[in-house]
């Protein structure tokens, strides 16, 4: 490579040479011709043939002599101005190419006022900047998912063994095939959930956006966790406005109330409460769910719609990290907003804001 490189430059500069001797050496002929013919003329003097032949070759060592400057400067200056910018841009190409995108290029200083070396090297730099937070972002991806996956098949491979036992009571194998049941259902949720999130994020699901009235959407949704909350003697208590209508698509803002609802009843201790309310805010409809759990710092509510992140390690074998994921991807799609609000050892509040439809049509902001 480095002989290549300067074998290309050697070339570089011959072919330069010769331009530039051609250029001048042609210039300088003219010029002196033309300046010892008038010259003979106003002084009346007969150019002979030794006359001109000497001419002729102080010409030619003129063009060489600056020729060779010239080519000399030039080169220098190709070197500065190009050849070092150039290659440290080629360098650090090849680095990203293999992989290395903590590479960043220095700002160089040009001698001339065109500054568009420096314009590619900032874009560059951004672009670096970029490819190492989404290599980041795949590689934390990609252990999380080899984590959550690995706890649900350890408990089903543990579970399958102690079913092996022989005169296993009727009472234990109902317990263990119960818990392969559930490890192999979070698998399952959290596999869909990856689906879709990636076909979310990558526009691979083109939202149907319909008018329906949301508070019957919502009733609907609490009544799905009735078994749940008496199980667990939660306090329910609602505000719904009737006759909200949103114009979005249904399917996915039933994922959203679906994630946000579980996870309210999930942190919710035995006789605490959770809240859901509806109501109508100038051209927003603003749901929010309101759990007694064990709420989360700032820290934590900071990170909390990331993939994977799971602020109460207590709880996480009861979810994956992803459904809050979900939920932004899917109001942010929406064109609506999500926020949190939340108090370590009192709970914790989300609520979304949509905009609402008024006589049929979409409310403006």
């Known amino acids: 490579m480095k002989k ?7 070339i570089r500069a011959i072919s330069n040479f010769f331009a530039v001797f051609t250029i001048f050496a042609f210039v300088i002929t003219c010029s002196t011709m033309l300046f010892v013919s008038t010259l003979s003329d106003s002084l009346g003097v007969i150019i002979t043939e030794e006359n001109v032949n000497t001419a002729a070759k102080l010409t030619f060592y003129n063009a060489v002599f600056i020729s060779v400057i010239f080519t000399v400067i030039d080169t220098v200056r190709q070197m500065v101005t190009v050849d070092r910018p150039a290659k440290q841009i080629t360098d650090a190409t090849e680095r990203m190419v293999k992989g290395d995108f903590s590479m960043r290029i220095e700002p160089v200083a040009l001698l001339s006022p065109d500054d568009r070396f420096n314009e590619i090297i900032n874009g560059i730099n951004k672009m ?26 350890t408990v089903i491979k543990n579970y399958g063994r102690l079913l092996q036992t022989p005169d296993l009571p009727e009472d234990k194998r ?3 095939a119960k818990a392969i049941t559930d490890a192999s259902g979070r698998l399952s949720e959290m596999m869909t959930n990856i689906l879709k999130l990636n076909r979310l994020e990558n526009q691979q699901i083109y939202p149907k956006t319909e008018n329906y009235d949301l508070s019957e959407q919502l009733c609907e949704c609490l009544l799905q966790y009735e078994s749940v909350w008496e199980e667990k003697n939660i306090e329910i208590d609602t505000d719904i406005e009737d006759g909200i209508i ?7 803002l039933y994922l959203v109330w679906n994630n946000l609802l579980s996870n309210a009843f999930k942190f919710t201790e035995e006789g605490g409460m959770v809240s859901l309310s509806l109501s109508s805010e100038g051209g927003y409809a603003t749901v929010k769910v309101t759990d007694t759990g064990c709420g989360m710092s700032p820290e934590i509510g900071a990170h909390i719609f ?6 109460d390690t207590s709880h996480a074998t009861q979810g994956n990290g992803l459904g809050l994921a979900l939920v932004k991807k899917v109001v942010d799609i929406m064109r609506g907003e999500i926020s949190v609000e939340s108090e370590l050892g009192v709970g914790s509040t989300f609520t979304v804001r949509l905009r609402r439809v008024n006589n049929g049509l979409e409310k403006a902001r």
């Open 4 to 10: 290549g490189r300067k074998y290309r430059w050697i």
């Open 128 to 153: 670096a900047e970029e490819l190492s937070g989404v290599e980041t972002l795949r590689t934390d991806f990609i252990a999380n998912v080899s984590h959550e996956m690995k706890t649900p098949l």
């Open 174 to 176: 109902i317990e263990y």
């Open 246 to 252: 949103v114009s979005a698509d249904s399917e996915l």
């Open 306 to 311: 990331e993939k994977f992140y799971q602020g």
